[in-house]
Structures are given as C-alpha cells and as structure tokens.
C-alpha cells in the first residue's frame, strides 16, 4: 500500500472524501439547507459573471490589507516600547490585558458613531484587531532577548540605541512575525463582522444578504472565499518571511517539511 | 614568556580594594553579602585564574570587573579608573555562545559587530575580521551562521568577536565548561597561544582545578560563599605548553585540591 503514503495521493483522497461527504449531505437534507458541490459551482459562477465575487473580495481583501499593515506599524514600535521602557510597561501592561479581552466585533457599533459608516470604520476596527496581537507579541520578544546578547553589545561599544536596533529588533523579529500572522486570522473576523452589520459590499456583506434571497449556495460561495483568501494571504507572508527574514530564525509551517 | 618580556602590557593593571557585592538593602539590617571584602591586584598583561565552587560568587566578581554589576562597596579600578558601567576595554567571553552570539549574523558579520558600532569603514573592518578569524582558526567558515557551527567553534567566534575590538582585559567566564573534554583541551593550548601572540591580560574564571593550572600564571581560590573572598593566591611557573603528566604539576595540583577537601 505504498502509494497511500505518496503525499498528493492522501491528499487528494481527504478532499475527495470531504467533496462526498459534503454531496452527502446535500442529498440528505436537500439544496435549500445544504446546498452540494454542484449547486455551489454553479452559484459561485453566476456571482463571478455578474463581477459580483471579485469586486466583494477584493473589497474585503483591500480593508484587511490596509488596517493590517496600518495596524502592524503602529503596533511593533508600540510593543518594542512597552518591553524596553520598564515604566511605560508598569502602566502599559494591565491596561494592555485588560482591553485585548475586548474582541474587535463589540466594538462595531461604537466605531461607527466614532468613524463613519464609510471605510474609517471598518480600516479602524481591523487596525484594533491587529494591534493588541502584535503588540504582546513584540513585547514576548523584547522580554525574551537573552541577557548576555545585550551585556556583549554592551561590552563592545554599543550604545542604548544601537542596542535596540542591532540586538533587540532582531532578537525580536520571529515574535513580531508570529504576531503579524496571527493578526492577519482577527483581521478577517473583525471585517467580516463589520460587512455583515455596516456595510454594502464585501464578503461579509454576500454571506449576509444572500439570506434574503435564501441562497445558501452563495453563502457557502462566500465561507470558501474566505478560506481561500486566507490561505492564500497566510501562504504569501509564510513565504515572505522564509525568503527574507531566514537569518533571524522565522519559521513556518511549509519550512518544516523540508 | 616572562612579564618583562612584553613591557606595553604593563598598563591596564585591575586594583580591586575591600570590594563586596550585596542585592540586600543595607538598611535591612542582616546584609547578605555574595563576596566581601575582596582585595587583588592583577598585573597588566597577566594570565589570572578565578577558582572556586559552583555558587562562590567568581562569577559575579568577573561581571562586576566588565561593569555588569554594580558594586555595594569598596573600589575597583582599571588603570586607575573606577570601573562603574562596561566598557571596551574590557571584552568578555561568556559561557553559552548560543547566548551571546548574535544568530541573525555569519561568522564574520558576528566578529565585525563591534567594529560597525564604532562605525570602523568596510574595507578596515574586513581586514580585521579576516585577520581575528584565522587566529581563531575559522577561516574557510565565515559565511556560515552560528547554528551550523560546533560548540567548540561557536567559542572561537565569540572570542575572535571580542579580540576584533582590540580590548586590553578579556574576561572569561568559565568559556570551555560546556565543550567535550578534547575540544575542551585544544581550545585550551589555543588560548595560551593566542594570549602569548596579543599580550592580553586574561581573567579566567574555572572550577576545573586542571584548567587553572593549564592556563594560569597566578590563580585566586576562592572560599565557598556566602561573604566569599580570595582566600589564597598561587603563583604557577611552569613553563607552557603545560604538561599535566609532570611531577610539579601534580605537586601543585594536590597542593591546590587540598584547599577543597575540608
């Protein structure tokens, strides 16, 4: 049975498998509750021809980029900050584990009386989820750089700002990474949440207004988008950071294949 | 080789006068003290060896001499100067290179280090870290980063690293104690002849009784703590390279493993 352990063999037996069970299903409760892989396709390819799906995601891959990295670059300095300023993390530290208890999606109403029903809000709201996450990422690294990386620098000339950009960032970089794309999963839930309730385009938007028609097949167009959009995102950085942050020790999951 | 022999190392001696160390408040009343009222003078361009017990506190007088720590007590100079914070006259090798090396930076960027934070240009910096790398015996390995390196290597590099900044004291901290023992032995005859080459006053702290002997030409017992101190200094004339196998060298390796056996 050798050709089972062949990888491309199991793993196209476990979709196949899922594509079964799923036709399963359609057939056991019917289209309207579980629409099967047939009806999905054909779905999916009238939101297509209409232009509907791709500007939808395109919408909600712009907000998620742009809060992401927004999100990102404000929080790395923040968390660098936090962990190296012993007096700002006293104050920084309780509030920090107090407000990332909040989720994102509390906050929708909130941040569209603060910013608008326009893209200020949902640009805010993925800025939010982004931020507590990488924030205590960084701030992980910076309190994990070992002691005797500093002392050594210390000892041959450094000075304190030198320290902090030739020893600390980089002792940091795999926690920071870890936080970027950890934040990138909160950045898809906080927007999908807020197209549902606010909004009139956007992936979240199609899942919640197919149910006016009840066209579940459009809903699970939408639930695979997702995790299309996702994966591919999540492939991208993983790749990203094997290329081009290596030397500072990144790893992610393809590396362990090898 | 004899210390008249290299007369340029005779700065850079360490006065160290009723020195102590304590993390206790002193108004608390019952102060704890890790060492206490240590007195020594290290001669410039002098091999010194700290021996003593895990726990005696050799560790913190050797951080305490980089700047690390501060003192509760007493004076520390180096030439003259009260030591209060590190300082690039001062190189120290620790015990872990996983530690203390920078793993995001090849051999060589790793040696360079202090040299770009000096801001030394380039082409000067690639000459001085070619040269330190093929005293250590690492040329042929410069690109490579430290996690491909052995243990005994990774120690090389971080002694090629502190040798670049062209310091006058180098402290060791027990450097060898997580090596194989025939690694352990060639980085030893290698370091004596790399101090013999650059005139380097050397503190070395060990509990290996062995090692002291192998290496140094006085060596500092040290008591068991608390309140430890110097307790007895041994001056070691014997000719290098070392050879354990000989009679005066057991004599005073017996003389010394006395001190340990109350």
Known sequence: MRWVEKKWVSVSLLWLAVLLLWQLGAWVYGPDVIPGPWATARGGRELVEDGTLVQYIGVSLYRVLIG?????LLAIPAGLIIGKVNVVRLFAEPFLNFIRFIPPIAFITLFLVWFGIGEQSKIALIMYATFFIVVLNTLTGVMSVEEDKIRSARSMGASEWQILLHVIVPSTIPYIFTGVRLAMGTSYMAIIGAEMIASNEGVGYLIWNSRLFFRTDWIFVGLIS????????DRVFGWFGRKVL???GVVSVAAHRR | MSLSAKPAARQHAIHIEQLRKSYSEPAAGDVHYIIKDVDLVIKGGEFFVLLGPSGCGKSTLLNMIAGFVSKSGGHLRVDNIEVDKP?????????????????????????????????????????LSSRYIKLVGLDGHEDKFPKALSGGMKQRVQ???????????????????????MTRRTMQKELV???????????FVTHDIQEALLLGERIGIMSVGPSSNITDIYDNTLPFPRDVASPEFY????????????
């Not at chain 2, 002849?193 to 503190?203: A, D, N």
Request: charged share 25%; proline share 3%; net charge neutral.
């Open chain 2, 159 to 181: 002694l090629a690293r502190v040798l670049a900044n062209d310091p006058a004291i180098l402290l060791m901290d027990e450097p060898f104690g997580a090596l194989d023992a």
């Open chain 1, 68 to 72: 992401w990295v927004l999100g990102s």
């Open chain 2, 251 to 262: 004599a005073l390796y017996s003389r010394i493993q006395s001190h340990f056996e109350e």
């Open chain 2, 87 to 127: 300082g690039r006259d001062r190189a120290v090798v620790f015990q872990q290179a996983d530690s203390s090396l920078f793993p995001w930076l090849t051999v060589r960027e790793n040696v360079e280090f202090g040299l770009r934070m000096k801001k030394v240009a380039k082409a000067e910096r690639q000459s």
């Open chain 1, 246 to 248: 290596y030397r500072y």
């Open chain 2, 193 to 203: 002849q790399i101090w013999r080459e650059t005139h380097k006053t050397v503190i």
């Open chain 1, 226 to 233: 997702l995790g299309f959009m996702g994966f591919f995102t």
